[in-house]
Nanobody, 118 residues
Framework: QVQLVESGGGLVQPGGSLRLSCAAS????????MGWYRQAPGKAREPVAT????????NYADSVKGRFTISRDNAKKSVYLQMNSLKPEDTAVYYC???????????WGQGTQVTVSL
């Protein structure tokens, strides 16, 4: 079992920055991908950024490319999302995810609210 706890959300003005953190506990041995997803009111959950636990290859949604950066610290079992040049449309609950390719298992955190507004 893997437990994920997000932190770092909050209220920020347009153009501002936030850094989200995701701390994992439990066995991470089988985890292949860590990522951030978000869900805005009335919309489906969507992927924001992912990073492979081995090798560190990253992938981003087109809407955040050039503004967001995902990183990991395997020793600390943590994943981060640096969000710059935030826009009102980035407002959502952000969820940390851990995925196992073999059996398609997903673990989710409880989510952290990010609000971009004047």
């Amino acid at each position: 079992q893997v437990q994920l706890v997000e932190s770092g959300g909050g209220l920020v003005q347009p153009g501002g920055s936030l850094r989200l953190s995701c701390a994992a506990s439990g066995s991470m041995f089988s985890i292949n991908v860590m990522g951030w997803y978000r869900q805005a009111p009335g919309k489906a959950r969507e992927p924001v950024a992912t990073i492979l636990t081995s090798g560190g290859s990253t992938n981003y949604a087109d809407s955040v490319k050039g503004r967001f950066t995902i990183s990991r610290d395997n020793a600390k079992k943590s994943v981060y999302l640096q969000m710059n040049s935030l826009k009102p449309e980035d407002t959502a609950v952000y969820y940390c995810n851990a995925h196992i390719w073999g059996n398609r298992t997903d673990y989710w955190g409880q989510g952290t609210q990010v609000t971009v507004s004047l």
